[in-house]
């Protein structure tokens, strides 16, 4: 298991940025971040959670869904244990509590975002988009 912590929410005006960060700790023995995917998922008021992007392991490929692709970016930096998410042009439909969580694998070139793959979860972070 590895500890999940997001940072970096809070309130921003329509058409503002934010960079999320979740930094992992606590790696089992033998194990280390660039062993791990990392995804993003947001649970928006009275909706299911959902994932939007995720990053390979080592040679950060990356994976985005829908309209949040190319105002969102992820990215990585493997020696500070931290993947980032940059948002631009935010929008109130994107007032969300956003989690990061990861999975092992093998496969580097590539990552899902299959939620049921993702094993550490991090606690969240408010994403509120309001004037």
């Known amino acids: 298991q590895v500890q999940l912590v997001e940072s970096g929410g809070g309130l921003v005006q329509p058409g503002g940025s934010l960079r999320l960060s979740c930094a992992a700790s606590?790696?089992?023995?033998?194990?280390?971040?660039?062993?791990?995917?990392i995804g993003w998922f947001r649970q928006a008021p009275g909706k299911e959670r959902d994932g939007f992007s995720c990053?390979?392991?080592?040679?950060?490929?990356?994976s985005y869904v829908d309209s949040r692709k190319g105002r969102f970016t992820i990215s990585r930096d493997n020696a500070e244990n931290t993947v980032y998410l940059q948002m631009n042009m935010l929008q109130p439909e994107d007032t969300a509590v956003y989690y990061c969580?990861?999975?092992?694998?093998?496969?580097?070139?590539?990552?899902?975002?299959?939620?049921?793959?993702?094993?550490?979860w991090g606690q969240g972070t408010q994403v509120t988009v309001s004037l």
């Open positions: 606590g790696f089992s023995s033998g194990l280390r971040m660039d062993y791990y995917a």
């Open positions: 969580a990861s999975y092992i694998t093998t496969v580097h070139n590539t990552c899902v975002m299959n939620e049921n793959w993702y094993a550490d």
């Open positions: 990053i390979s392991t080592n040679d950060g490929r990356t």
